[in-house]
């Protein structure tokens, strides 16, 4: 799994590289002479990345290294929420790695979502009774599936790679009802919720 998901991100883990699409700032007005001259980027779709999840990262954490609690963001419209918003997915664990190593962390928390994303298949081929090597089959096509890859970036993938290892959890409480594996159920159902976008979850 560590090697598939390696084909995709290790680029960004190369010394001077970044997963993110920094280099589309050097398209926008702001950041070049002449406003009629186009420049070509690496993929202007992912706008987003750049002024928004970015930007509420560099907030975020500037507010909790200075001890608060990030409920709103002073430069968005007068005081935007930040906390409230769910694509900003503060509890997420693949946000943090973005929290504490800025650029850096994306391409960690884009591998962390392509090893979720295996294990999780893989468990809930397991769950089913898929005999273990075409478990791995089944895992590996969920990770490189075309939703998780275009996504990758973005919250929707925080959620969905979860959703399996949210099946299997409930299909491992109904096979042996208990503590144990109801607390399993929760922990996936809290870990999709925490990616930040409630309608991939619904």
């Known amino acids: 799994f560590l090697v598939v998901a390696l084909i995709y991100v290790g680029a960004g883990f190369l010394p001077g590289r970044t997963f993110a699409p920094v280099d589309l700032l050097t398209d926008f007005d702001a950041w070049k002479d002449d406003p009629a001259q186009r420049v070509r980027v690496s993929n202007s779709a992912l706008s987003d990345v750049v002024v928004q999840f970015i930007a509420w990262d560099r907030e975020t954490t500037r507010l909790v290294r200075e001890g608060d609690f990030p409920w709103t963001n002073r430069f968005a419209g007068e005081g935007a929420a930040l906390f409230a918003n769910p694509q900003t997915a503060f509890f997420s664990p693949f946000t943090w790695p973005r929290f504490l190593l800025g650029l850096d962390g994306w391409a960690i928390a884009a591998l962390l979502k392509l090893l979720a994303a295996a294990l999780c298949g893989y468990w809930l081929a397991r769950e089913m009774d898929v005999p273990a090597r075409q478990a ?67």
């Open 136 to 202: 791995v089959v089944s895992a590996v096509v969920f990770m490189t599936s075309g939703f998780l890859v275009v996504w990758l970036l973005y919250p929707p993938a925080n959620v969905f790679v979860f959703l399996p290892g949210l099946g299997a959890a409930a299909l491992r409480l109904m096979k042996a009802p208990g503590r144990r594996n109801a607390l399993r159920l929760v922990l996936l159902a809290a870990l999709c919720t925490a990616g930040g976008h409630p309608e991939a979850l619904f």
